[in-house]
C-alpha cells in the first residue's frame, strides 16, 4: 500500500514562494503518475502539475511559468517549487500517485489511485 505524505505548506506573502514535499512510502516496484492537486472548500479539485514516469510534465493554467514540478527517486520524494505566489493560490494542496499506468496530465485526477492528508498554504495580499 503505497502512502504519501506532504509537507511544506505555510504562510507567505504574495510574491513570496514555497516548496512542497511529498514523501511516498509502499512502492514494490515501478512508479507511475505522481502529481500535485489543490482544493478550495466548495470548489472543485483542481490540478496543478504532474509527472509521469518518463518525466513527462504537465502544469495547469496557473501555474505555467512559475512552478516546477520534480522528484528524486532516490529518495521517494515528490516535489513543487512554487515562486511568485498569488493570494489565489491559496488552498489545500494534496500529493497523489497512480497504482499503474495511467492518463498523466492535471485533468486527470480520478486516475490517481494514492492520496495524501494534504497541506495548506496560504498567500497573503
Known amino acids: 500500500q503505497v502512502q504519501l505524505a506532504e509537507s511544506g505548506g505555510g504562510s507567505v506573502q504574495s510574491g513570496g514562494s514555497l516548496r512542497l514535499s511529498c514523501a511516498a512510502s509502499?512502492?514494490?516496484?515501478?512508479?507511475?503518475?505522481m502529481g500535485w492537486f489543490r482544493q478550495v472548500p466548495g470548489k472543485e479539485r483542481e490540478g496543478v502539475a504532474t509527472?509521469?514516469?518518463?518525466?513527462?510534465?504537465t502544469y495547469g493554467d496557473s501555474a505555467k511559468g512559475r512552478f516546477t514540478i520534480s522528484q528524486d527517486n532516490a529518495k521517494n520524494t515528490l516535489y513543487l517549487q512554487m515562486n511568485s505566489l498569488k493570494p489565489e493560490a491559496t488552498a489545500m494542496y494534496y500529493c497523489?500517485?497512480?497504482?499503474?499506468?495511467?492518463?498523466?496530465?492535471?485533468?486527470?485526477?480520478?486516475?490517481?489511485?494514492?492520496w495524501g492528508q494534504g497541506t495548506q498554504v496560504t498567500v497573503s495580499s
Open positions: 497523489a500517485a497512480a497504482g499503474g499506468p495511467s492518463r498523466c496530465d492535471v485533468g486527470g485526477y480520478h486516475a490517481l489511485s494514492y
Open positions: 509502499g512502492y514494490s516496484g515501478r512508479r507511475y503518475c
Open positions: 509527472i509521469d514516469s518518463d518525466g513527462t510534465t
